[in-house]
């Protein structure tokens, strides 16, 4: 029994002839589904929430004086221990982890509800008018006349995380900068909540060190009073000078933890939707989808129809 086929049964190559002619024999609902796309994504384009953007590079400032002999203490007494280790520890130390860890507390987004507008702006604000420059608000959920919620103020735990999904904190490693960015459909609630954070971290750090040296002078002047020792009364007067110094320059400088390189500013041009290209992309995606619907439907068939007639042979 001679079992062979012809060689073009086996034959697995796609013929590019036949592909194109696939293609073209499907070009109205190629045509079709690619207009659906476009449709589609020109409507969410104008149906998604316009967002704005407010920037602000920063620098850390190590606050001079403060816990100076503990600083150099641990510098000499780690600084083998690490290098033996092979570990790099200064993305790890300084002033900007601990300000950004501060900035993405809870603690001090309890305080920053202490402003009013705050939890408003970023709970219940859905767009803004620019023709008239005015935040709308959810009418639902808060009266805007009346400064109200209607139900209810939203949970600080809901309120928390609109916070994280609006304000962003970035510690870039190249350089040592910090950027902190609002992303909100108010142009004016992003600069001024930015502005506020800024103002507000600044203070309670200040205050936070003043605090902190007015009692170390405190207790070191009480300690200076009962010692006899000259060493010690000199290393005591050394502290005393650095905890003073700590509160000199908490008075004089206002960006205390945190001085702007680019200050906030108001976004004039939204983020997104970028429309254009949300357009582009969803045709794209479109026409990808109808051509391999198109391929896959067309040669479905055909082995079909190959296979169906190998039973009836």
Known sequence: MNNSMPPGEYQN??????LFSAIWNSKKFIFGLVFLFSIGSIITAYVLPKEWVSTSLLTAIEPSGKSAQGSSSQASGLGGIVAMAGLNLSEQTGQAPLTIATINSRDFFNHLLTFDGVLSGLMAVKGYDEANQKDIFKEGIFDSVKNTWIYGPPSSWDAYKAY???????L??????VKLSVRHRSPKFAKSFLDLVLREINSLSRTKDQKEASAAIDYLNTLLVDTLDKDMRNMLTGMIQSQVKTQMLSE???NYVLEPIDTPYLPLERTSPQRTRLVILGTLLGFIIALLISIFRYYGTKYKFINSSKEFS
């Open 13 to 18: 190559e796609i013929d590019i002839r036949e």
């Open 164 to 170: 994280r999904g609006t304000l962003f904190a970035e």
């Open 172 to 177: 870039q490693p190249k350089t040592g900068f």
């Open 252 to 254: 004089i400088k206002d």
